[in-house]
Each structure stands twice: as C-alpha cells, then as structure tokens.
C-alpha cells in the first residue's frame, strides 16, 4: 500500500460553519465546495486535508447519514505553541481548553468549533537542536538547546533503540521548577547525578542529593521539584504508563518507548 495523502472526513450539521472555523482559525483553505460539501487543505505542510459534510448528505451510506461527527479529537503537531494559543485567543477563537504540559513530554490546548469538533494542538518536547552554523564564520557552530517548561527528558535504552525490558533517560531540571504530579504504573529508580530534587511521594517528601537514589514504588501520586538546578538518572521498566489526578486516560512516555 503506498499512502499519498490523508483526509479526514466529518459529518456536520452546519458545514459553513466548521468551513469557517478551519480556514479562519487554522490556516486550511477551500480546494471544493458544493451544496451541503467542502473539502479543505493547507497544501504546505503535513496536516491531513478535511472534507466536510452535511448531516442526511445522499453520498453517504444510508446508516451514515443520520451521524454526527462527536467524540473525536483531530490533533495537530505544531511549532511555537505558545504563540500559537496567544493568536488564536487574541482573534477570538473558542479555547476550551488551555494551555497545559503533561508529565510525559506532551504540551497542548483545545479548540471546538461550531459543530462540537474538538481540535488539539500539540508540541511534544523535543531533543537539541543540531549544531547551526553562523553566516559571519563558516567553521563557528552555535548550539541552541530545547527549553522545556518543567524539564529535559532525554531517552537512553528504550524499545525503539534496543532494549526488551527496561528505559532509561536522564533527567534535568532548571532551579525552581516542579513536575505535574502524576502516578506511574512502574516503579522507577532515580539516582540523581547532580544538584538536589525535592520529591513528594504519598504525602512524604525527601531531599534526594547528588549521590543518592531514590525508589518511586508504582501507582503512588508523586512530584518533582527541583530547588536548585539538578539532574538524574531514571529507569523504569518498558511498558510504564503515567496518569494524572483527574483524568482517566493513561499516557506513555515518548522518551521511554
């Protein structure tokens, strides 16, 4: 099978409306339009195109036609998500959630539009950027590392790169910083490798220096802070997933997998 393209196709009860929304709020444009239709793309970058049709729409199966388009996210991998949200609040679009950050490396925010259609940005932390080199000297390189909000994650031993049963990665933390708290469904070692974490486990906190290690057991709420700037070293078996306290989804760890 070789995949040329993607379209997402949504059933709508007002299809202007979802029309409007994409194509003012997100950048997609009108490539077809008929009565009761629309097909939309961004045509420059990766985001899948949208076709978009009226509920009761003869084009569709007889048991589709009744069907509205609920219970889905359609997510988009951007650049700059920060930026992002402050220019779609600034134009008025409808944020029904805001900006937040999971524990596994995750940032994003949610649209809806019109039709109850639910759009999530999302910036996923991500290693260094490459060595550039300058206009004014050639043979210079500058490096410009990724600041994250809460911590550099940077995966070691993992599935992807190796590994049947265990992950690891290092942790580092600029001073003043604090993890979400969340649970793990694994029970992770840290041993911190420089600087001192602060870590509050089923209600106990503990100094963790240089030096020490630490056992986090699994699915006990836990948080990180970091008093003055520090870094570890954790491992945790494989197939670890996190939770955070008022949601029900698990999520894994990117740098883990």
């Not at 609920?70 to 609040?89: P, S």
């Not at 490459?130 to 940077?154: C, F, G, S, W, Y």
């Not at 003043?176 to 509050?200: C, D, M, N």
Request: aromatic share 4%; glycine share 8%; charged share 25%.
């Amino acid at each position: 099978m070789n995949v040329t393209a993607s379209t997402l196709s949504l059933t709508v009860a007002d299809v202007a409306a979802s029309r409007d929304f994409f194509c003012t709020h997100l950048g997609y444009a009108v490539a077809m339009a008929a009565d009761g239709f629309a097909s939309l793309t961004r045509g420059e970058d990766a985001a899948a195109d949208i076709v978009l049709l009226r509920r009761g729409s003869e084009v569709l199966p007889a048991e589709q036609r009744d069907r509205q388009a609920t219970g889905l996210i359609f997510a988009l991998t951007v650049t700059g998500i920060e930026a992002e949200e402050r220019r779609l609040r600034e134009a008025g679009a409808p944020v029904t959630m805001p900006l937040r950050e999971e524990p596994w490396g995750e940032r994003l925010f949610q649209l809806t539009d019109p039709n109850g259609i639910v759009v999530q940005l999302v910036e996923w932390a991500t290693p260094d950027e490459p060595a550039q080199k300058t206009e004014e000297d050639p043979a210079m390189l500058v490096i410009t590392p990724t600041a994250e909000k809460n911590a550099r994650m940077t995966g070691l031993a993992a599935p992807s790169r190796g590994s049947t049963e265990l992950s690891t990665w290092t942790v580092a933390m600029e001073a003043g910083r604090s993890g979400p708290e969340h649970s793990v469904s694994r029970e992770q070692v840290w041993t911190v490798t420089a600087g001192v974490l602060e870590v509050t486990c089923g209600g106990r906190t503990e100094k963790v220096a240089a030096g020490q290690t630490l056992v986090l057991p699994p699915e006990v709420l836990r948080q990180v802070h970091a008093p003055q700037a520090a870094e570890a070293h954790v491992v945790m078996r494989a197939d670890g997933v996190v939770r955070v306290p008022g949601t029900e989804d698990t999520r894994v760890l990117p740098w883990a997998r």
